[in-house]
């Protein structure tokens, strides 16, 4: 049984995109949450094959495995092709934005893998099977967040390499500033790929707004450090502010005009910022809001049909445990 944490970044998503981060570096502040992908998985003798690939939301995993390219391109790399049992849960829909699907992949490639992967080689694992295996123009920031847990800022070389440094964020300000950042789900998923897709294409053909709305992004990340640093939880909101308006203006597909309604009145009720998390284009709304606006905040996401997911940021990266098989009854 194996499990991965979800990501929430603040800033810099979007620079990790190879097309960016191989011509200009890309820079990306993250951490995991207590919100988890799930993968259990037994061996059995009789009868070749996956019997089940589910997820507890009945999308994006299919009876037949073939189905489901994150599976069959992990079973391609990492299983011996016995036949096996597989189940997956997830807290959360997928194509949502917290990272779900690189959540899975992970989670499933350190069940399967019959050594313990470092975590920094777990996310290189389960980007490449992303991006090389099933050929996404996806970043690698939800791999390495999901694998290596906590905060963290992440640097994205020319060529592949990344770096990982930890932020080292105290207890105390990781409870306060998660009780000032409330996550809503708009009831729309996508697919990060296919919204990706046209970023991939303008950053690759040189498009200079495209390429100018990057650099700012890339520029708010030394500035949330820098808040997470000073345990300044309004500064995170003005980062989340501007970082929603440089990438709202990466392509119309980011957000939507129910959203924009949304996120207006957020702000009216007293949000300091926010953003859609992961690609955009809809998912899981990303709000700050001090102590004394969350009830205004909360009660104008309700008027929205915005159900909000409670979380904790967590230190917690990939986690693999055995578990016995259960006796046979009689």
């Known amino acids: 049984m194996s499990s ?9 998503g979007g620079t990790d995109v190879p097309s960016y981060a191989d011509r200009f570096g890309g820079a990306v502040l993250g951490a995991a949450i207590s919100l988890r992908v799930t993968v259990v998985g037994r061996p059995r003798a009789a009868a070749a094959g996956i ?8 999308t994006g995993f299919s009876h037949d495995h073939a189905a489901n390219p994150f599976v069959a391109e992990a079973l391609r790399r990492h299983w011996d092709g016995g036949p096996l049992d597989l189940v997956s849960f997830g807290d959360t829909p997928t194509g949502s934005g917290l990272g779900s699907s690189a959540a899975f992949s992970l989670a499933l490639v350190a069940g399967l893998h019959p050594g313990r992967l470092p975590p920094a080689e777990l996310a290189r694992a389960g ?13 690698g920031q939800d791999h390495y967040l999901s694998a290596l847990g906590g905060f963290h800022l992440l640097r994205f070389h020319p060529g592949g390499r990344v770096e990982a440094e930890e932020v080292p964020v105290s207890a105390g300000f990781a409870r306060r500033l998660g009780a000032d950042l409330l996550l809503f789900f708009t009831g729309t998923t996508r697919d990060a790929g296919t919204v990706l897709a046209a970023q991939d294409h303008r950053t690759r053909s040189g498009d200079a707004a495209t ?8 520029e708010l990340v030394p500035l949330a450090v820098r808040a997470l640093r000073a345990e300044d ?6 980062v989340l502010f501007r970082h929603w308006e440089l990438k709202r203006a990466l392509s119309p597909r980011i957000s ?3 959203i924009d309604r949304a996120y207006a009145d957020a702000l009216a009720a ?6 859609l998390m992961g690609a955009g284009g809809g998912g899981f709304l990303l709000l700050h809001a001090g102590p004394g606006a969350r009830t205004a905040v909360r009660a104008a996401m309700r008027a929205h049909g915005f159900r909000e997911y409670d979380f904790a940021f967590s230190p917690r990266g990939v986690e693999v445990a055995s578990v016995p098989s259960p006796a046979p009854s009689g």
């Open 4 to 12: 991965a944490p979800l990501r929430i970044s603040l800033a810099g």
């Open 51 to 58: 019997r089940a690939c589910l997820d507890s939301h009945g």
């Open 127 to 139: 980007s490449d099977l992303e991006t090389r295996g099933l050929g996404r123009p996806v970043g």
């Open 211 to 218: 390429e100018g709305g990057l650099h700012g992004i890339k």
């Open 233 to 238: 939880s309004p500064a995170v909101g003005e």
């Open 256 to 258: 939507s005009a129910p």
């Open 270 to 275: 007293g949000a300091t910022g926010g953003k």
